[in-house]
């Protein structure tokens, strides 16, 4: 034994691994230094539409309209907080890789074998690994002995890894079976995890509805302000009073900005995502809600996602039978078809007795893999075929076995036979097993399994094979010659029932669907094919042999850092892309997508932080039902747009227009602002409540770069502010010349017409869903009247009480803006966005 093979053996001492460890530090994932409150705080306040709202507070308290401004500063306050938890909670994303690590270490110092804090292991420290066992860090294996370690959750590969001397383990993964010796090479930042972590600190920025509102808030702000200055400056010159027309001018900008529309959007992304939570799909940060509406990609890992994530035996074949088998996971209920279960018990009984393997049935009944799941599988395949594992284990126990390596590519177990004598029975991959002189016999009969596994494993199965032998005698060794092939298994991580519905349903909605997974090319494939994402035909892109750029639908064999160089080539290219992952492999790229969506029971808890989106049931179709709530919420904050904007518009083309039928001073200062609190208030935010439109997924996404006040919003815009204009002046002109109280006339019709435009706008008239709506109509019409009727408020408002006709006369000239709505529903027709390539 040299002297370096010693040094590992003993392990380091605790000295060295002391001053090691003050040098480099503990086995931790760096944390980052924490946000301060008032930096978030300030983030959140730079918002363009949030700074706008902030003028329109201070206009209203100069113009002593405190309740107004009260309402405008709750919407602030309540955005900002909403903002400033959801940072936090995304803060998570990287301190919850540190559960990753085991939180406590087998090592061997000073020439014994002792038990750590996981934090305290150092580079070049031999780690003692077993079964069950979480590798504390990075290491290279010294020593191995039949070890299988599960390596899904840090590079998504669906089937545990065989590790030999010389190969390397990664922290957070988990050995499945067997033992070994491996020497720590990396540790904390270092390490696999602390790479991942590194690539998470980058988050995926505005979502594109923020962006859009960006715009609106800039536009709105311009645009209101210079229109304002118009009509203060018109009255100046008319010879009104400096004070009244600068409060006028103020209260026109209140007026005209829709600051219910933050309060609008948080509606209606907390409905949203209540409906979600309602459907198994549980939000992390509320803007994500509407991003989903938003999607133009839809990547998604395999295992565990488009997969159920555990192993099923599918077909069996021997040289005389084929055969299926259904059921799912590692539950033993399912039958062979295709052929006479009997043909297939040889082949079974020796799948189950080359096995390390159990099955357990929890408490709610589902069945777990203890061991590798491959074997796993053999067991349930074994019990549908009603051989129980115990009984098999009790009639031919078992006296030796040679493990598994990766140099042999086979197992091989002895087992003494009921009768007298002993059986050996052994497992392996197809190519090192189908040859002389493992296996005896007719060497055609061989030529034809090699061909049939050849079929099975380009169709994307894991195939072995399986033969044996009876001995009369127990031999010394475990002996892997003359033995006679019984047949192979075809094992596979089967799709989910509902993936290839939610493949579907992406594609009729315009999103295209691309698979981005660890595995194999030709597992990526053929899940693939299955699920509709490509065709059969396709090429399938394969990280390791090609430059990862966007473009493909399927990639294979990629790493974290592959993953998140695609998310952002797309994001690049100008898609909103959704990105649904498990395992700790999928996280930076979760956390860079516009919409990271997490699996809940399955998946890790560095997905589920890094994710916007949690699906607690694991179901992809829940993703598209998600699309559709995101795409209501969009849908319902361009409804209040046309309905805040076009009132905004009429109010100011009211005071601009008036003065030219002889209306001096068209409304009062205090007028605009009541009309303003009502119709903005809770009918505008009810709004955002409305249900969504039946054919909404039948439509692509919009193009990622289109406005919210495009594809034909300014237009119903203006037509509705037109109607409502001509409503109000028509009333105030005919009021003027015939005596009536014209001002007040005109303040009951603005406001009247434009509630009747709240109900036209709804997406369903007559249905009772979204009663919120009408009754903060009717609310807000009683408090109209009120400003006409009750003195208080007419003293506040300078108003006169109108005759029963007159009021009459108004209340029907303003079903204008229901018609007008309605109307305009019917005649925009809303452009159809181009639908992208699938």
Not at 31 to 42: D, E
Not at 656 to 684: C, D, E, K, R, V
Not at 796 to 815: C, Y
Request: one cysteine or more; glycine letters at 10%.
């Amino acid at each position: 034994m040299g002297a370096s093979e010693t040094g590992r053996r003993s392990g380091l001492s605790s000295r060295e691994a002391g001053e090691r460890l003050r040098r480099d530090g503990p086995n931790l994932l760096p944390a980052r230094p924490p946000v301060a409150l008032w930096r978030r705080v300030a983030g959140q306040l730079r918002d363009p539409l949030i700074i706008v709202l902030l003028v329109a507070a201070t206009l209203t308290a100069v113009t002593g309209d405190w309740a107004d401004m009260a309402v405008i500063m709750l919407v602030i306050v309540v955005n900002t907080s909403v903002g400033v938890v959801q940072e936090v909670r995304a803060d998570r994303a990287i301190t919850a890789l540190t559960e990753l690590t085991a939180p406590v270490a087998r090592v061997v110092r000073d020439g014994t074998q002792r038990q750590i804090p996981a934090a305290d292991v150092v580079t070049g420290d031999v780690l003692v690994l077993a079964e069950g066992d979480i590798v504390p860090a990075d290491a290279r294996v010294e020593e191995a002995a039949a070890l299988l370690v599960d390596e899904s959750a840090l590079t998504g590969e669906s089937v545990p890894v065989d590790k030999d001397p010389g190969e390397k383990v990664s922290a957070g993964t988990v050995v499945a079976r067997g033992r070994g010796l491996a020497e720590v090479t990396a540790t904390g930042s270092a390490s696999a995890a602390g790479r991942i972590a590194a690539l998470m600190e980058k988050g995926s920025g505005l979502t594109p509805l923020q962006r859009r509102l960006m715009g609106v808030g800039r536009l709105l702000a311009g645009v209101t302000v210079f229109l304002c200055v118009v009509v203060g400056a018109l009255g100046l010159v008319r010879g009104q009073p400096v004070e009244l027309m600068v409060v006028t001018a103020i209260s026109l900008v209140v007026a005209a900005v829709p600051e219910s529309l933050p309060a609008v959007v948080t509606l209606s992304l907390a409905l949203g995502a209540r409906r979600m939570a309602a459907r198994q799909a549980l939000v992390r940060r509320l803007h994500a809600v509407e991003t989903l509406g938003s999607v133009t990609v839809l990547a998604t890992d395999k295992t565990g996602t488009l997969t159920e994530g555990r192993m099923v035996v599918r077909h069996l074949w021997t040289p005389t039978a084929e055969a299926t088998l259904t059921g799912t996971g590692y539950d033993p209920a399912g039958r062979i078809e295709g052929g006479p279960p009997a043909a297939f018990t040889d082949l079974l009984t020796a799948a189950a007795l080359c096995n390390d393997a159990r099955l357990l049935e929890d408490e709610d009944g589902r069945w777990q893999a203890l061991g590798d799941p491959t074997e796993a599988a053999l067991l349930a395949a074994a019990a549908k075929a009603g051989l129980g594992p115990a009984d098999l284990h009790e009639r031919y126990d078992r006296l030796a076995e040679r493990p598994f390596d990766s140099v042999r590519k086979r197992m091989s177990t002895l087992h003494a036979r009921p009768g007298g004598g002993a059986v050996v029975v052994c497992k392996g991959a197809p190519e090192s097993l189908l040859r002389p002189p493992v296996l005896a016999g007719d060497p055609a009969a061989h030529l034809r399994a090699a061909e049939q596994a050849e079929r099975f494993a380009r169709a994307g199965y894991r195939v072995l094979a399986v033969a044996r032998a009876d001995l009369a005698a127990v031999p010394r060794e475990v002996p892997e010659e003359g033995l006679d092939l019984l047949g192979l298994v075809a094992i596979v991580d089967p799709p989910r029932q509902a993936a290839a519905g939610a493949v579907a349903a992406c594609r009729r909605a315009g999103i295209k669907p691309v698979l981005i997974t660890g595995d194999h090319p030709g597992t990526a494939r053929a899940i693939a094919t299955e699920l509709g994402i490509i065709a059969p035909d396709a090429p399938v892109a394969d990280c390791r042999e090609l430059p990862v750029r966007p473009g493909a639908a399927v990639y294979a064999r990629a790493t974290p850092e592959q993953k998140l160089d695609l998310i952002e080539g797309m994001r690049a290219d100008g898609d909103v892309v959704a990105m649904t992952g498990d395992g700790v492999n999928d996280g930076p790229a979760l956390r860079r997508a516009d919409i990271g969506v997490a699996m809940g029971r399955r998946g890790t808890e560095v997905a589920r932080q890094a994710a916007d989106l949690v699906l607690a049931d694991d179901d992809l179709d829940t993703v598209v039902a998600a699309v559709e709530e995101g795409r209501r919420v969009y849908a319902n904050i361009r409804r209040f747009l046309v309905y805040g904007l076009s009132g905004g518009a009429a109010e100011i083309a009211v005071m601009l227009l008036g003065p030219l039928f002889g209306l001096a001073l068209p409304l009062l200062p205090a007028q605009i602002l009541w009309i303003n609190l009502l119709t903005h208030g809770l009918p505008g935010v009810a709004l955002g409540g409305e249900p969504a439109d039946p054919a909404l997924m039948d439509r692509p996404p919009r193009p990622p770069d289109q406005s919210i006040l495009r594809a034909g919003l300014w237009q119903r815009v203006v037509r509705i502010a037109v109607v409502l204009t001509a409503v109000t002046l028509g009333v105030a002109v005919w009021a003027l010349h015939t005596g009536r109280p014209w001002q007040s006339m005109a303040f009951f019709a603005l406001g009247a017409t434009q509630l009747g435009v709240a109900l036209g706008s709804r997406a369903r008239p007559g249905s009772t869903a979204n009663l919120m709506l009408p009754l903060a109509v009717a609310g807000a019409l009683v408090l109209q009247l009120a400003g006409l009727y009750v003195p208080l408020l007419r003293e506040l408002l300078s108003t006169e009480p109108l005759a029963a006709a007159d009021l009459l006369i108004v209340a029907v000239l303003s079903f204008l803006g229901y018609a007008a709505a309605r109307l305009d529903r019917f005649l925009h027709r809303e452009p159809v966005p181009p639908a992208r390539p699938n």
